[in-house]
């Protein structure tokens, strides 16, 4: 059963330390400085760490948790790394490659075991018109797999069938932006749309997903809403296949005379990304290795792609964040920690202002733990309400943030019943120290002072 004395005192001291608070207004609110600034820090800084938790995650989920990316190396000449005209032409006859390609594809997929699907792509950008209005698009080849590996779900419609994607027939799978711009307030499924000169039937369209600017400068992930996909057949049999050589050669070497000179291919790869999904997580390092070796392999020992393994990156990149929230976390810690030491500056300086006042309650029968509770229940009273201030200030902060600087912030209630929770404690903890030191006074030691 709880002590009704013991209510009763509580309720009084707090009641008493509520009128001296109202009376040194000022000086209160600049002793509760601290602790409103170091409240707000910690909810603001808390908000931050999660919002990049979120954006780390809804990253994860755009590049996929088991997936490695692999992608082609134009041959572009570089003019600060000239090389002499025989040892080009030397390379160049030892060392061909033929580019990533389809049979790249086809040979991961059944060579490496711990390969759960294999996604080539080919990229075009191009244009769409229909109704007359013409915007610029990507056409994306894809092969069936491509939805599943990029967690992409069909809103409407359904995926390429096998007869499609074997005929090769002109059907694609659009974004919503897409079915926005071109098919106002309708469906745009089964209607006809015009992508450079070829007339595609649409027969579905994807759910929206929400692409970040930063997400797509960081992992290379394309706004997925803005593109048309189409099967990868259809795209090298109706669009463009690089693997067709149609420059003449001869006649760009016709007029040489001496050292042939190396001319640089371009981009002669036949597809433009190629993204394999492991069964296990851990299998990505070891598959990675495999992967380089057999694709060096193919393609005769050229260094012509790029082998990258998104959840790595992005780990890292969590790993940064986490040890900048940590650095954050600490500051505002200190601000709650200066909070404190005013608070007990403050309350040592009123103890010395009431030492009279300390000797007439002691002498009419208070005891040391009443006028410990009196001076306990004034600096948790300031805690408390430069909690809530800091509370207020914090969630204002969080959202200015994200407003000016761009930077998602996410508020969650446990970080600020946290923040509230530490403020009370350094209310209690930094009260403790001046409650005793008024409770040590003399009662006629006390009554003497001036």
Same mark, same amino acid.
């Given at each position: 059963?709880?002590?009704?004395?013991?209510?009763?005192?509580?309720?009084?001291?707090?009641?008493?330390?509520?009128?001296?608070?109202?009376?040194?207004?000022?000086?209160?609110?600049?002793?509760?400085?601290?602790?409103i600034f170091g409240v707000a820090s910690v909810i603001t800084m808390l908000a931050i760490g999660n919002g990049a938790e979120k954006e780390i995650l809804s990253q994860l989920e755009l590049v996929g948790v088991n997936n490695i990316v692999v992608t082609p190396i134009p041959d572009i000449e570089n003019e600060s790394e000239k090389q002499s005209d025989e040892e080009a032409t030397n390379n160049e006859s030892k060392k061909f490659s033929?580019?990533?390609?389809?049979?790249?594809?086809?040979?991961?997929?059944?060579?490496?075991?711990?390969?759960?699907?294999?996604?080539?792509?080919?990229?075009?950008?191009?244009?769409?018109?229909?109704?007359?209005?013409?915007?610029?698009? +990507?056409? $994306?080849? &894809?092969?069936?797999?491509?939805? *599943? =590996?990029?967690?992409?779900?069909? %809103?409407k419609g359904k995926s390429f069938s096998e007869y499609q994607i074997k005929n090769a027939l002109p059907v694609c799978v659009i974004g919503k932006k897409i079915e926005k711009k071109l098919f106002t307030g309708?469906?745009?499924?089964? +209607?006809? $749309?015009? &992508?450079?000169?070829?007339?595609? *039937? =649409?027969?579905?369209?994807?759910? %929206?997903?929400l692409i970040s600017d930063k997400a797509q400068e960081d992992l290379g992930i394309r706004d997925l809403n803005q593109d048309i996909y189409i099967p990868i057949k259809t795209f090298l049999g109706r669009y463009r296949d690089r693997k067709i050589i149609t420059d003449d050669l001869d006649a760009r070497n016709s007029n040489d005379e001496g050292?042939?000179?190396?001319?640089?291919?371009?981009?002669?790869?036949?597809?433009?990304?190629?993204?394999?999904?492991?069964?296990?997580?851990?299998?990505?390092?070891?598959?990675?290795?495999v992967l380089s070796k057999l694709l060096r392999r193919r393609h005769n020992d050229v260094l012509d792609f790029e082998i990258a393994i998104p959840i790595q990156l992005l780990k890292q990149q969590q790993k940064t964040k986490q040890i900048f929230n940590i650095v954050l976390s600490?500051?505002?810690?200190?601000?709650?920690?200066?909070?404190?030491?005013?608070?007990?500056?403050?309350?040592?300086?009123?103890?010395?202002?009431?030492?009279k006042e300390i000797g007439i309650?002691?002498?009419?029968?208070?005891?040391?733990?009443?006028?410990?509770?009196?001076?306990?229940?004034?600096?948790?009273?300031?805690?408390?309400?430069?909690?809530?201030?800091?509370?207020?200030?914090g969630i204002i902060g969080a959202y200015v943030i994200e407003m000016v600087s761009g930077i998602e912030t996410v508020l969650s209630l446990n970080s600020i019943l946290l923040s509230f929770?530490?403020?009370?404690?350094?209310?209690?903890?930094?009260?403790?120290?001046?409650?005793?030191?008024?409770?040590?006074?003399?009662?006629?030691?006390?009554?003497?002072?001036?």
């Open positions: 059963m709880i002590d009704k004395i013991l209510l009763e005192k509580l309720k009084s001291n707090f009641n008493e330390a509520f009128w001296f608070i109202k009376t040194n207004k000022v000086r209160t609110f600049l002793t509760a400085l601290g602790i033929k580019g990533l390609d389809i049979l790249d594809a086809l040979s991961v997929n059944k060579t490496i075991p711990s390969v759960k699907l294999v996604s080539p792509e080919i990229i075009l950008d191009t244009y769409v018109i229909n109704n007359g209005k013409q915007n610029s698009v +990507k056409l $994306i080849g &894809v092969s069936p797999t491509f939805f *599943e =590996v990029s967690n992409i779900t069909i %809103e309708e469906s745009a499924l089964g +209607k006809q $749309i015009k &992508v450079k000169d070829v007339w595609l *039937e =649409v027969v579905g369209v994807i759910e %929206e997903k050292p042939k000179k190396r001319i640089p291919r371009g981009n002669y790869h036949q597809i433009d990304k190629l993204t394999i999904q492991v069964f296990n997580s851990n299998e990505l390092k070891s598959t990675a290795e600490i500051i505002a810690g200190i601000s709650l920690l200066i909070g404190g030491i005013g608070i007990m500056n403050i309350m040592l300086a009123s103890v010395l202002e009431r030492t309650i002691r002498a009419i029968g208070a005891t040391e733990e009443d006028v410990i509770l009196q001076f306990l229940s004034e600096s948790v009273l300031i805690s408390v309400g430069g909690g809530i201030i800091g509370i207020i200030v929770f530490i403020a009370v404690v350094v209310g209690l903890v930094f009260g403790i120290f001046p409650a005793k030191a008024a409770a040590n006074k003399k009662p006629i030691q006390a009554l003497r002072s001036e």
